[in-house]
């Protein structure tokens, strides 16, 4: 994200973490001067409304995002998810920022877990506070994706990490399906909510989907060889297959082409009005999951991974 916003029209990109050593990593790493860093915590307001004066846009990408260590520590997830995403909308508040976009998970759609249910929670405090605030200057949205390929997290690193140390690839369950999306198209997302997000907006990325079996083998079949596959059975929290779109949003989203923009629900607590007549459009539609939409095979993913320069030179990186 920071690399696309320098290669544009930027007078300043700030960062904000508590991470000094990856803050050192990224500066040497850019060598830009339009970068500065600020030491901080999504957690403390004060560090927050301190990196966001005279901020034009905000993107809000910090969380814990470990299903099986947010399965542990739940509370820390409600800490920097949810807390720190209320620090993060309220202080770009406080500063006039002109947009705030908070990145969210397929996981947050019917959640099961507490990484899930704590970025449930943080559309929830994002739209809400449209709603309570409907004559503010900051246009608070989030965005919804599935897994990010070769994103910090990713299992395919993994996995070529142990095909080059001639293992057999760990999966949980064959069966599970997750979304397929490249760093690109993840930067593309949050960009189109940038440019259009209206207040509470909520703006999915459609995408494909592969099994768990098929993800191993088509990166077995990228770097020549036939994997043998570990079944080690699904972890805390995980599900077996993930939902981007619950049919209670599709019935109030509109079709943008490679993107659901789904308004925020705008009703007030005077339920009374909608007591005798439901949503009827509600009940006819189905979600918008890993195991309905587009299922590429094992050729298909190879094809997926072949485009991505990330996949291309950590394989390459192996083989040197």
Known sequence: MVRRLL???????????????????????????????????????????????????????????????????????????VL??????????KNDVRSVVCLGTDKA??????????????????????RNNPTAQTVVSTVRYGNVMMSRGSVIPLFVEQIRQGRPLTVTDPRMTRFLM???????????????????????????????EHLARAVGSA????????????????????????????????????????SVDARDLNYGEYFDEGDRQESTMDDYHSHNTERLDVGGVVSVLERLPAFRHLVDAEHM
């Open 7 to 81: 290669n544009g029209d930027v007078e300043e990109v700030r960062i904000l973490s508590r991470d000094e050593l990856k803050q050192d990593d990224m500066r040497r790493a850019f060598g830009d001067e339009r970068l500065r860093f600020y030491i901080g915590d999504v957690r403390d307001y004060d560090s927050v409304e301190r990196a966001t004066r005279g901020v034009d846009h905000v993107f809000h990408a910090a969380a814990l995002k470990q299903v099986p260590s947010c399965e542990f520590f739940p509370l820390e997830a409600v800490r920097t998810n």
């Open 223 to 262: 770097m020549g060889v036939e994997p043998e596959l570990k079944v080690i059975g699904t972890r805390h929290g995980e599900k077996l297959y993930e939902t981007l779109a619950t049919r209670e949003e599709l019935a109030r989203a509109e079709d943008q082409g490679d993107y659901f923009r789904v």
């Open 109 to 130: 759609a019917y959640p099961v877990n507490a990484m899930g249910m704590s970025k449930a929670m943080m559309e929830k405090v994002a739209q809400a506070f449209a």
């Open 84 to 93: 720190g995403s209320a620090n993060v909308i309220e202080a770009s508040n």
């Open 182 to 212: 490249s760093l690109d198209e993840a930067v593309l997302l949050v960009e189109h909510a940038f440019q259009h997000a209206r207040p509470g907006d909520l703006f999915i990325r459609k995408a494909p989907a592969s099994t768990i």
